[in-house]
């Protein structure tokens, strides 16, 4: 069974073009107004959903579509500009936004980022690095202390910041991307603003900090926080109090703040990006989440645990040799746990459900220098390497009917590079 979205969108264009992006990997209907959306809600597990629609504005689906499925994600596109109308989606419950024009591969990603994540299902703790780590996340959860989730990307700080929410008494959680926000937005987005307050604020928002009340504030990528605002976030941690722009009264807040980040932010406080003072606020209680390489226990679990929701979704059996076992055992995995599972189901997908080492070792990327190479791991010739590359493109190809722009998706590769693969390989 395939995740069910519901595009809603106007522009018949633009929505032909998102169904072409997600079509590959999840079952799409499309809605082009209010009335045709809330007749498509039961059974969707994904909304993408315009914010301006001609007989009405989006943001009146969101609650009818929570109500209905409690876990749907919601993704709301706005167009540039109109971040403040974002900050309104989230505080009704959208899960996350995009801005105009869409980068198409960054929609599936998102999708694919958070259909897991909304839950804590993905959270897998076999070995004892990942027990220590809930054990810790446990003590904390009841708390209202700062938490900052350390770690490489893909290791599933996102994930461990939910599953802390879920194990307190809080209401609802809300998620902002430090780094997709942009810097000029940022303050009315965090904190909220006031009439006239600048330009193009034409009437009073509430920020996230305001949202987020008796509930879970999710910092992601907290290092990209511009420098300007750390002040006003530090204040708000050490008072529960801020500013809202614009405002000379202060507003309140007991929003509980979860930071993460895969930076190094003691490196960023020597460099002079981040502030030392909201560092040591923000360290109250540090979590840091090892790398899949240092918790190889966990590896065989995920993987057991990925494949059964890949059979759903393509509604046949997936079945892993033991060789293939063995090699991803033994592969460094840059990608962490997201690599794992976009590796699962991109070989999942081209060789019909029989995953063996072969399929999966063209997409593994070279070991770096300074980590010992696994005995054989790189003892195929360069020549047996572009041949299995090769088949897997024309197998690619041949399941998405020749559409190359499909392939280049399900093989997780640019569009161009895809063609110069093709051009070399004399496809």
């Given at each position: 069974m395939k995740y069910k979205i519901?595009?809603?969108?106007?522009?018949?264009?633009?929505?032909?073009?998102?169904?072409?992006?997600?079509?590959?990997?999840?079952?799409?209907?499309?809605?082009?107004?209010?009335?045709q959306a809330k007749a498509c809600f039961d059974g969707i597990h994904g909304l993408l959903l315009d914010l301006q629609l001609p007989d009405g504005e989006g943001l009146s689906?969101?609650?009818?579509?929570?109500?209905?499925?409690?876990?749907?994600?919601?993704?709301?596109?706005?167009?540039?500009?109109?971040?403040?109308?974002?900050?309104?989606?989230?505080?009704?419950?959208?899960?996350?936004?995009?801005?105009?024009?869409?980068?198409?591969?960054?929609?599936?990603?998102?999708?694919?980022?958070?259909?897991?994540?909304?839950?804590?299902?993905?959270?897998?703790?076999?070995?004892?690095?990942?027990?220590?780590?809930?054990?810790?996340?446990?003590?904390?959860?009841?708390?209202p202390f700062p938490v900052l989730i350390t770690g490489e990307t893909g290791t599933g700080k996102d994930v461990l910041a939910r599953y802390i929410h879920q194990q307190s008494v809080r209401k609802k959680f809300i998620g902002l991307n430090c780094a997709s926000v942009p810097q000029e937005l940022a303050d009315s987005m965090?904190?909220?603003?006031?009439?006239?307050?600048?330009?193009?604020?034409?009437?009073?928002?509430?920020?996230?900090?305001?949202?987020?009340?008796?509930?879970?504030?999710?910092?992601?990528?907290?290092?990209?926080?511009?420098?300007?605002?750390?002040?006003?976030?530090?204040?708000?941690?050490?008072?529960?109090?801020?500013?809202?722009?614009g405002s000379s009264q202060e507003s309140k807040s007991n929003a509980r703040i979860i930071a993460a980040t895969n930076k190094n932010l003691k490196k960023a406080v020597k460099e002079g990006s981040f502030r030392k003072d909201l560092h040591f606020r923000l360290?109250?209680?540090?979590?840091?989440?090892?790398?899949?390489?240092?918790?190889?226990?966990?590896?065989?679990?995920?993987?057991?645990?990925?494949?059964?929701?890949?059979?759903?979704?393509?509604?046949?059996?997936?079945?892993?040799?033991?060789?293939?076992?063995?090699?991803?055992?033994?592969?460094?995995?840059?990608?962490?746990?997201?690599?794992l599972f976009n590796l699962l189901d991109r070989t999942a997908l081209l060789t019909g459900g029989d995953i063996t080492d072969g399929s999966i070792r063209s997409f593994l990327s070279p070991s770096p220098e300074d980590e010992p190479v696994p005995s054989n791991f790189w003892s195929e010739s360069r020549g047996h390497v572009l041949k299995k590359e090769k088949e897997l493109i024309a197998a690619a190809l041949a399941a998405t009917g020749g559409n190359k722009a499909a392939a280049a998706r399900a093989l997780k590769v640019s569009y161009k590079t895809l063609l110069n693969k093709m051009k070399k390989l004399g496809l």
């Open positions: 519901l595009i809603v969108e106007d522009n018949q264009k633009l929505a032909s073009l998102f169904q072409e992006a997600l079509g590959d990997e999840y079952d799409t209907y499309l809605a082009s107004n209010l009335k689906l969101i609650k009818p579509a929570r109500q209905i499925n409690p876990s749907c994600v919601i993704i709301v596109v706005t167009a540039y500009g109109t971040v403040q109308k974002a900050v309104e989606a989230l505080k009704l419950g959208a899960t996350d936004f995009l801005e105009k024009p869409v980068d198409l591969e960054a929609l599936v990603q998102r999708f694919q980022n958070l259909f897991p994540l909304q839950g804590t299902k993905d959270l897998v703790a076999e070995s004892a690095k990942m027990v220590d780590v809930l054990q810790m996340a446990d003590r904390v959860a009841s708390t965090l904190f909220g603003h006031l009439r006239g307050s600048f330009t193009g604020a034409s009437e009073t928002r509430k920020g996230l900090l305001s949202a987020a009340k008796g509930g879970t504030l999710f910092l992601d990528e907290i290092g990209e926080l511009p420098l300007s605002l750390q002040p006003k976030l530090l204040r708000f941690l050490d008072s529960g109090c801020y500013m809202p722009l360290t109250t209680f540090p979590i840091h989440i090892p790398s899949i390489r240092e918790r190889k226990d966990d590896i065989i679990p995920l993987v057991n645990h990925h494949l059964e929701r890949v059979e759903q979704m393509l509604g046949r059996r997936v079945c892993l040799s033991d060789s293939a076992k063995e090699l991803l055992l033994e592969y460094h995995f840059p990608g962490n746990v997201r690599e």
